[in-house]
């Protein structure tokens, strides 16, 4: 069970969505978070329908904004 303090959750879900490129890598890298939580960072991300997967590879999920909202 991964779990997120408040801080690091508002700061996630303030910034990430404004990123043109999203990866595990790039939250590891900018907002100083173990690879863990990147991960459920951006399962829970996209179930809110604030960004969108656009390759799936298997070593690596990549996403970017969603501007359109869920429905897009």
Do not use: W
């Amino acid at each position: 069970m991964v779990t997120l303090d408040k801080p690091t959750f508002d700061r996630i879900f303030k910034e990430v969505p404004t990123f043109k490129f999203i990866s595990q890598s790039i939250l590891i890298e900018r907002l100083k978070v173990n690879g863990s939580l990147a991960r459920v960072a951006i399962q829970h991300l996209e179930r809110d329908g604030l960004i969108k997967r656009i390759v799936h590879h298997h070593g690596q999920l990549i996403y970017t904004r969603s501007v359109g909202g869920k429905d897009e």
